[in-house]
């Protein structure tokens, strides 16, 4: 059984570009999480998704950032313009529809603004 | 409001040893509380998880953590240390009546070091 896939694993652009990130959840789970990691912030939590539909995008940092779930296999977190500071790593994770809540997280992508 | 704390920033331990990783936590009521951890360049992978029962719960790789609700810890505890066991380690905690939905709340994350 495949776990949580994220596209690109790796992505290096330019400030200023748009950047799209692509999360593919566990097959059957209704919960997707987007989180941030960085060496000063540490683990924070952008936005979550039941059902595809946001429910808290209170982490997210500001209006470049944005998130989407068009159905329940896909989501994008997209950054436009894209600045040094958005440089990290971004996790997505799932979980199932139980009162368990346990999350699975993707590989991430580690991302680089220049 | 649900938070969980993580007093020590790296822990050391000879291999062979036991090892000992602290997590306290607050919540309004019952928490569910999990350990996860982070090898480098990899995602997190969950080791275990106290949702309600017994209050010594046992997980991957020979890990285990113990309930305190008096307390209000839970910390990792595995009785002999690896080598391969050097990674970072997250506890994260969820409060299920708190209103907050079914997010977690992550520590800042504990550097265990093994050595020889």
């Known amino acids: 059984d495949a776990g949580v896939i994220q596209s690109p694993r790796h992505e290096v652009t330019e400030m200023g570009q748009e950047v799209t990130l692509r999360c593919k959840p566990i097959?059957?789970?209704?919960?997707l999480f987007w989180y941030r990691q960085t060496m000063m912030r540490g683990l924070e939590l952008l936005i979550y998704?039941?059902?595809?539909?946001?429910?808290?995008d209170s982490g997210m940092p500001e209006d470049r950032f944005s998130a989407k779930m068009p159905n329940a296999s896909f989501s994008t977190l997209k950054i436009q313009p894209s600045e040094p500071r958005d440089s990290a790593v971004y996790f997505c994770?799932?979980?199932?529809?139980?009162?368990?809540?346990?999350?699975?997280f993707g590989p991430g992508t580690r991302l680089t603004v220049l | 409001a649900q938070s969980v704390a993580q007093p020590e920033d790296q822990v050391n331990v000879a291999e062979g040893n036991p090892l000992t990783v602290k997590c306290t936590y607050s919540?309004?009521?019952?928490?569910?509380l999990f350990w996860y951890v982070q090898y480098p360049n990899r995602g997190l992978q969950f080791l275990l998880k106290y949702i309600t029962g017994d209050n010594l719960v046992k997980g991957s790789y020979g890990f285990e953590a113990e309930f305190n609700k008096s307390q209000t810890s839970f910390h990792l505890k595995k009785p002999s240390a690896l080598v391969s066991d050097s990674a970072l380690y997250f506890c994260a905690v969820r409060d299920p009546y708190g209103g907050g939905g079914n997010k977690l709340t992550f520590g800042t994350g504990t550097q265990l070091k093994v050595e020889l």
């Open positions: 919540v309004s009521g019952n928490p569910y």
């Open positions: 998704f039941n059902n595809n539909v946001p429910i808290d």
């Open positions: 994770a799932s979980s199932a529809p139980s009162g368990a809540d346990t999350q699975y």
């Open positions: 097959s059957g789970h209704n919960s």
